[in-house]
Structures are given as structure tokens and as C-alpha cells.
């Protein structure tokens, strides 16, 4: 029988859950699915080892250093898009995704494909396992139904993440491949899924939002920590999910609901904000505290993104801001200090070079620490705004995109007027803004720059883009990929080792290439 699942082990899961760095991807059988915990404390310390296991690298057998957990998809996905580039390749990490050259890598173990399909199913893999056993563990059932609630809406937010990288997006692909699913525990000699297919994976993914968000609901347990998810982070995920699916009013709905967190901040300013590193922020809904000795150092996200921190990566290989973009934000706009304009003079080795971005640094550059904000308030004002323009509800979405926008630029009742209530959308991403979406979206693309991977909503609007304008800063143009709206480029190869060794799927099964 072949060896198809990803899991951590039963040790390595509990001793995630105790902050240690140990994390085993590989496949095993060590968890025989009736002893991980046996009341609810330790199931929360199992759950515990799920999230630190979301921020940890290494999730394929090489390059480790460009795989920090969620916030390396979030960025290799950022770097497929036209709003994001590098000024330079240095070792290459993060590079090959902004070249869209990351496909070809599906027949080892180092690349993409594997990277993005193991860290998923590994953590679907041990949401399962909690899933299978909360229910019958003692202790408090108030805390037991939390970890419940958190583990349907893990395992919900790994399917979402998975059926968005290996095929296109929801709409007008119902019928097309999905991704294995997995609902109960496996082991090695548990037998492969078949790929399903687009609605089958969504199907499971609304079913466990549901569960989870009645669960977290009722269970009446608020928030420990920020990277808990809680009622609020649930309904979050499920208007990031609806809004991909055209559910519109249920995307309102559930933003509106995650906005209604007590204490939640919708929107920090600017200068709150600071470098993006800190999950304490009164706008954050779900993020991760990173503390010294966990922190990932040379492999850590702001590695990648801190051009001032000495020997880090960015200083070799900086992080910028599409010129496009960044001059078509209003010098009134006080996110435009997040990137620098075009510098006459540059400093080598700095943020000091034309549209380095400034946004997210070490909160401590000496032991190389920084949170990661998995979602904000900010977010769900946008999810409101572009959900309810798309309804055609247009005061409603002018109301919302004010709430943001009035906090970041003085000016912004001047500008907001001079769009047309519209729910449609420019098809070229650089043309001039003339409708209420074009500029929700814009917003969009301003307010999460960095944070959510581009090329997600790309997929969704149907979007292709090209980076080669007059006055482009892109230093790779891609113009010997197809980036129209739909391409293949846009999302991952199979894994061979997922064709090798499940076997449901063969090489017929394998995304375009």
C-alpha cells in the first residue's frame, strides 16, 4: 500500500505545543489515533502544536530558508502578482516564484509543490486526529468544544489554502480537479484520496466553517491568545471563503461579525501599526507571538522583508513596490510611507534603494523577532466594501471603504467622490480608476500589500496582468509565461511524491504543465 500522509507525530505535535523548535514532517504511523491526549488540556496543547507548527520552516527537505510557514505562501504568493517585486535574485529564494518559475520543481522535495502540499496536509493531519478525539476526552467540555471549534476551522483554512494554490478559483470551475480530502485520522497504511473535485473541496470547507463557528460560539471561551482561533477569526475565514465563491451577502455578514469583536480596533493608524510585528495590535483578529527562542532567524519572514537588519536576507535581496502602484498612491495617503519613492541617491545593502519597502520589520532586529498577523480589522472593511458594492449596495460600500480610507488619507472624501457607483472592474490592472470597485480594489491592493498573496485575488476577479509598462520597475517582466487571466502559471504542480505514493492519483491527474 502506498505511503501517502503527512503528519507530524504524536511527540513532535505535543512538544510543539510546549514552544519547542523539534517538528517532524515526515510521513509516519507513530500516531496510532487512540493515544495523543485523554482530557482537554492536553488537547489544547495539541492544538497549541498546531499553530506554532503554522510559523516553523523546513517543510520540505531543502531550502528551508525560503519556507516560513503561512507567511512564505503568503509572500511567494504576493511575488506572482504585478504589485510586488524583487530588485535582485541573490540565492534565489523568492525569486523563482516572482519569475513563476517555482511549477517545474513538483518532482523533488525542495520545492513549492511539495513545500505548500506537506505543511497543509500535515496540519489537516493532526486537526483530524483532535477532531476524532475531543469528543471523548475528559475535563472541562466547555474547553474541549473551543479546541473543537478551533481544529474544524484549521482544517477549513488549510482546504481553502490548498484548493486556491492547485487549481483555479471557484467560479466556473466547479467540476474541475480539487485536492484529496482527509476528514479522520490516517497513518501510512491508510489508503490515498482521489483529487474530487472544485465543489467537493468547498463543500467540506463550508461544513467545518459551520461547525467551527457554532462550536466556538456556544462553547462561551474568549480568546487566550492571538493565535487562537476564536468565533471572530472563524467568521473572518468564512468571508474570506464566500467572498471566492460569490456568496456576497454571507461575506458581509461574516466580516461584519468579525468585526464585532470586543475591544477589536477595526482600524489602526499608520504609525500604530509600526513594522507589522506585533500580534498586540488592537486591529489584529489572528496572528502569532514570536519570541527569541523561537524565532527562525535567517528563514523568519522578516528576513526576507527587513533590508535594514544586518545579515538578513533582504539586505541582499530586497523587497519592493510595483512603480505603478506606488505612484498611484496619493502623496495625502499616509501608507505611502510604507515603501520609498524613487531615491536619487541609494544605499546598497539598506532599504535605502528606489521602492524598497519599509513596512514590516523586526520589532527586535538583535535576536531577530517579529509576530505575524495572519488577519486584521482592516481586512474585513475591504471584504465588506468590495462584497457589498458587488450587491450594488453602493452607500453601504462607500461607507465601509471611508472607514478605512478616511483613516489613512486626509483627503480621501475628495478622491472617493470622483468614482462611479459601479460593481464593475477594470480588466487591465493599470488602467486609470474610474468605478467604486476599481477603487475597493485598489484599496485592496494598497492596504494588503505583502499580506495576503496577490496572485489569491488575481484568481478570484479572473485577472491576468503584465509588468511590462512604461516607467516599470519590475526587474523580471515574465514575458515568456502566459500571465492572462486563468493561466496555468497562476497555480501549483501535483507533487511527485503525491503521484508516487497515493494511489488514487497518477500522472493523468497532474495540473497543466
Known amino acids: 500500500m502506498k505511503r501517502i500522509i503527512y503528519m507530524l507525530s504524536a511527540v513532535g505535535l505535543l512538544t510543539l505545543g510546549a514552544c519547542n523548535d523539534q517538528l517532524d514532517t515526515n510521513p509516519t504511523d507513530r500516531v496510532s489515533g487512540t493515544i495523543i491526549f485523554s482530557d482537554a488540556n492536553g488537547a489544547e496543547v495539541a492544538m497549541n502544536g498546531i499553530y506554532r507548527a503554522t510559523y516553523v520552516a523546513g517543510w ?15 509572500l511567494a504568493g504576493d511575488l506572482m502578482g504585478e504589485d510586488h517585486l524583487m530588485l535582485s535574485q541573490g540565492q534565489g529564494w523568492f525569486y523563482e516564484d516572482y519569475r513563476l518559475n517555482v511549477r517545474q520543481d513538483y518532482t523533488h522535495k525542495q520545492g513549492r509543490p511539495y513545500q505548500f502540499w506537506n505543511i497543509h496536509y500535515t496540519l489537516i493531519s493532526n486537526t483530524n ?43 466556473g470551475n466547479e467540476s ?64 474570506r471563503v464566500c467572498l471566492v465563491q460569490g456568496r456576497y451577502e454571507e461575506a458581509a455578514a461574516a466580516a461584519k461579525e468579525a468585526l464585532t469583536k470586543p475591544g477589536l480596533t477595526p482600524v489602526e493608524t499608520v504609525a500604530s501599526l509600526g513594522g507589522f510585528n506585533s500580534s498586540k495590535l488592537s ?14 532567524h535567517f528563514a523568519s519572514f522578516f528576513s526576507h522583508m527587513d533590508a535594514d537588519a544586518p545579515g538578513m536576507y533582504a ?28 531615491l536619487e541617491d541609494e544605499v546598497t545593502g539598506t532599504s535605502m534603494q528606489s521602492y524598497c519597502q519599509i513596512k514590516f520589520k523586526f520589532a527586535n532586529v538583535t535576536n531577530r523577532t517579529g509576530d ?26 462607500r461607507k465601509y471603504i471611508s472607514e478605512l480610507g478616511g483613516k ?30 476599481d477603487e475597493i480594489l485598489f484599496q485592496r491592493r494598497v492596504e494588503l500589500w505583502g499580506e495576503q498573496g496577490r496572485i489569491f485575488d488575481l484568481q478570484r476577479l479572473k485577472l491576468g496582468y503584465n509588468r511590462d509598462y512604461e516607467g516599470s520597475n519590475h526587474t523580471e517582466l515574465v514575458k515568456n509565461k502566459d500571465t492572462n487571466a486563468g493561466s496555468k502559471e497562476f497555480i501549483m504542480t501535483l507533487p511527485q511524491s503525491e503521484i508516487d505514493g497515493n494511489e488514487n492519483i497518477s500522472a493523468s491527474d497532474q495540473n497543466p504543465f
Request: aromatic share 12%; net charge negative; hydrophobic share 35%.
Open 315 to 342: 539586505e541582499k535581496a530586497p523587497q519592493c513596490i510595483s512603480s505603478w502602484l506606488y505612484n498611484n498612491i496619493p502623496a495625502t495617503d499616509d501608507r505611502k510611507a510604507w515603501w520609498r519613492g524613487e
Open 372 to 397: 505575524y498577523i495572519y488577519m486584521r480589522g482592516e481586512e474585513m472593511l475591504l471584504i465588506l466594501a468590495e462584497a457589498e458594492c458587488h450587491l450594488k449596495h453602493y452607500t453601504e460600500a
Open 283 to 296: 486591529n489584529v483578529l489572528w496572528g502569532v507571538e514570536v519570541i527569541a527562542d523561537q524565532s527562525q
Open 60 to 74: 520540505g527537505t531543502g531550502w528551508a530558508d525560503e519556507n516560513p510557514g503561512f507567511t512564505g505562501i503568503y
Open 408 to 437: 489613512r488619507d486626509k483627503d480621501y472624501a475628495t478622491r472617493l467622490a470622483k468614482y462611479s457607483d459601479s460593481d464593475s472592474y477594470n480588466q487591465n490592472t493599470i488602467a486609470p480608476l474610474q468605478t467604486l470597485m
Open 129 to 171: 486526529y483532535i477532531i476524532a478525539q475531543a469528543p471523548g476526552a475528559s475535563g472541562d467540555k466547555n474547553l474541549l468544544n473551543s479546541v473543537l471549534g478551533q481544529a474544524y476551522a484549521m482544517r477549513a483554512y488549510c482546504y481553502f489554502q490548498l484548493i486556491q494554490l492547485y487549481q483555479q478559483t471557484y467560479k
Open 176 to 239: 474541475a480537479p480539487g485536492v484529496p480530502l482527509y476528514t479522520e485520522p490516517t497513518t501510512s497504511a491508510s489508503v490515498g484520496k482521489a483529487r474530487g473535485t472544485v465543489e467537493d473541496v468547498y463543500a467540506q470547507i463550508d461544513s467545518d466553517l459551520k461547525e467551527a463557528i457554532s462550536l466556538l460560539k456556544d462553547c462561551g471561551i474568549a480568546q487566550k491568545h492571538a493565535s487562537h482561533i476564536d468565533y471572530y477569526v472563524a467568521n473572518g475565514i468564512k468571508a
